[in-house]
């Protein structure tokens, strides 16, 4: 499991990305981020293999997870 | 300078006289392109008496200096008139492809003017103007036209056209563009001035590339820019702008129930992450544009099974979703549809389709007025049924078609159910979740409209370190707000004109990258402060042109639901705007009276009283 926080959501909200902790196998993206103290749901867009996921989908080992600022609506 | 051809095409379908408009350069210079050149023709080609389905009321299709080039996300045209919904100014920006096919045939804008006798369509290649008999394609839908058009005249014909909504000149009609994946020029009733002047649409084939100043400085820039666009902006393409949804209903932006209330739990069930991994099928990209924030969806089973087209915007889910209490994203996405296929604004049916709902709730509209159709909140049943008559101008369809503000006036007792500003329903965004949209709505030129300042934005993520915003405005910061607005509407009114997608700011670019492209491209020197100034000039023509119909202050107003009932959830609390001493700063800075007339110095100061042609 790989965790990235962008730069761009780190500097937006005062990240420190060496304190967040890794998220844990069967955890969902909700719990992980309640977990964390990694910021509000409605500021973060997480990524999982390349692919915008739901906020109850729940990590594997292998997945490769990344932190983005939450896109502009319209 | 380059960048622009230096010559608009200028049509009379009631003589189908044909005539070539060289501005003077110093039009190109002062109101740059698109929004602004448009803002300004409209204002110098008509008085306050135009009537906007008359033959005196010109429709302007405009591109800017950037549309034709590799500048990011350029492919876009600005489309200007008065408006039949509110009978004010009005403009709709839109992005895909007809912007870029409209500059490639020569010219940089068309202007039409008159009525024809029977349904026409123009025809524009890099030779010749045409003006062809389109009885044939009047009855047929935005989709089928540009098939058929693209079959007459080959794959690179663009339209701009309009469907059975505009020929039945709906006031809340559209003009759509690119088929179907349907780039919409969707606010202030277009639709229905192309309908009046019996004109099916504009179609555009040519090959002439926009001439650069430097081509070398522009590639060093697009080298630059264009991989920050990609990375910043991977959000609008993965999700769209629907991926948005459920975190505007977490921060209490989101319209709930007619905006009458704030928590919906059911947004995360329309949402741009369920589309992704339901309906959509690819992503759309805009000529220029390396993002892709487009959605190309397709329902092939299932109750609203047929869909295959554009898929709905975060505006869309706001007002047909939110706004109604519908969860049910197919049956958006079906009425959606509906309205690219016959060329209608999402954003006003939806507000319609809410507002026959309370007015259903409170008895006001019963079944028998709505055609037998139950307006009950949630009901995905009603929204569709409702948004397919409005599009065809029938039944029910005549009343909701008016837009909010006029169904109030043919509904006694509704008025507090109709959520616009000027005429213009509000779009998805709430002024009681980001206060400096307060003022910036009520000030708009064309009514409530979340783009013409887009002031959001900078209480988000996006910043203007140019005019001292180095980082994003905390929501709900005191004071400020009219001084925000300024600068956010000078510079949304140069994207309007040079022609960039406002998205770009969240991706990083501002005025110092804008002048950057501006001087590679037209080898014009230019800088903030300039294009700054340009931005306000083109502000002030637009508000001249109001005040000369008579707006002003009583008219820069919102509607009381905002002013006076909290939405009470978890974003906003119990959070109401106090809009008038925004206002009344804001009148200071823009340097108009406490009336809300631009004074003397501001009009001579802005250069606003000269003459062009």
């Known amino acids: ?74 | 300078m380059q960048g622009c051809w230096g010559k608009i095409l200028s049509i009379d379908l009631s003589d189908r006289t044909v005539r070539t408009v060289v501005p003077p350069e110093r039009l190109y210079r002062e109101y740059i392109g698109a929004g602004g050149i448009g803002a300004r023709l409209l204002y110098d080609m008509t008085g306050p008496g135009t009537d906007p389905l008359s033959p005196g009321n010109p429709i302007i299709w405009m591109t800017g200096p950037f549309t034709g080039t590799k500048v990011p996300t350029s492919g876009r045209h600005q489309i200007t008139s008065r408006s039949p919904l509110t009978g004010i100014f009005g403009e709709s920006d839109a992005g895909g492809r007809f912007g870029t096919a409209l500059k490639r045939t020569g010219w940089d804008g068309l202007i039409v003017k008159g009525i024809s006798e029977s349904p026409v369509i123009i025809i524009l290649t890099e030779n010749e103007v045409r003006i062809e008999p389109a009885e044939d394609l009047w009855g047929k839908d935005t989709f089928e036209t540009d098939r058929i058009m693209k079959e007459r005249s080959g794959p690179s014909c663009e339209v701009s056209c309009i469907g059975v909504a505009g020929e039945r000149m709906v006031p809340i009609s559209a003009i759509g563009h690119d088929g179907e994946n349907a780039r919409m020029s969707g606010r202030c009733g277009f639709g229905a001035v192309m309908g009046s002047k019996k004109l099916k649409a504009v179609a555009a084939v040519g090959n002439m590339e926009t001439e650069v100043a430097d081509p070398a400085r522009l590639m060093a820039q697009q080298r630059k820019m264009v991989p920050q666009l990609v990375e910043k902006m991977k959000g609008m393409h993965l999700l769209g702008t629907a991926g948005g949804t459920a975190a505007a209903e977490k921060m209490g932006d989101l319209p709930v129930q007619n905006w009458r209330r704030g928590n919906w739990p059911d947004a995360e069930k329309i949402s741009g992450q369920v589309m992704a991994d339901t309906i959509l099928k690819k992503n759309y990209y805009c000529a220029s544009c390396p993002i892709g924030c487009g959605r190309d969806v397709e329902i092939s089973e299932g109750r609203w099974a047929g869909v295959k087209g554009a898929g709905p915007e975060y505006e869309t889910l706001g007002l047909m979703g939110g706004s109604c209490l519908v969860s049910d994203l197919e049956a958006i996405t079906y009425a959606a549809d509906l309205c690219n296929r016959h060329g209608v604004d999402t954003i006003e049916a939806g507000s319609a389709v809410a507002m026959a709902m309370e007015c259903f709730e409170h008895g006001l509209l019963t079944p028998e007025d709505l055609d037998g159709i139950r307006a009950e909140w949630g009901s995905a049943e009603a929204l569709v049924a409702l948004t397919e008559k409005i599009c065809l101008g029938e039944g029910a369809g005549k009343l909701l078609g008016l837009g909010v503000a006029g169904m109030a006036k043919k509904i006694p007792g509704s008025d507090k159910f109709a959520i616009h500003v000027k005429g213009l329903t509000l779009p998805a965004h709430d002024p009681r979740c980001f206060n400096t949209m307060a003022v910036g709505y009520a000030t708009s030129n064309r009514g409530a409209c979340h783009l013409t300042g887009a002031s959001y934005f900078f209480e988000k993520t996006a910043v203007m370190p140019e005019f001292g915003y180095e980082k994003p405005r905390p929501r709900y910061t005191e004071g400020g707000e009219a001084l925000m607005n300024f600068h956010t509407q000078n510079l949304m009114g140069i994207m309007d004109s040079l022609k960039m997608c406002k998205f770009t700011i969240y991706g990083g670019v501002g005025f110092t990258e804008i002048c950057e492209w501006y001087e590679a491209v037209t080898g014009s020197k230019t800088s903030v402060e300039d294009m700054a100034l340009a931005g306000e000039r083109i502000f002030n023509i637009k508000r001249l042109y109001n005040v000369r119909l008579g707006l002003s202050r009583k008219d820069d107003v919102l509607p009381e639901r905002i002013l006076t009932t909290p939405r009470n959830d978890e974003g906003t609390g119990s959070y109401t705007p106090d809009l008038e001493p925004m206002l009344g700063e804001y009148y200071e800075i823009r340097g108009w009276d406490r009336n809300g007339i631009p004074k003397r110095e501001t009009v001579e100061r802005l250069g606003l009283d000269r003459k062009y042609f």
Not at chain 1, 20 to 47: A, F, H, N, Q, T
Request: glycine share 10%; hydrophobic share 40%.
């Open chain 1, 1 to 74: 499991m790989e965790l990235k926080i962008r730069p761009e959501y780190a500097g937006l909200y005062g990240i420190d990305v060496s304190l967040m902790p890794m998220p844990k196998v069967g955890e969902s993206i909700r719990d992980y981020v309640k977990r964390s103290g990694l910021g509000k749901e409605e500021d973060i867009l997480p990524v999982v293999n390349g692919r915008a996921r739901p906020w109850n989908y729940a990590f594997s080992e292998s997945d490769v997870i990344e932190i983005f600022p939450m896109a502009a609506s319209g």
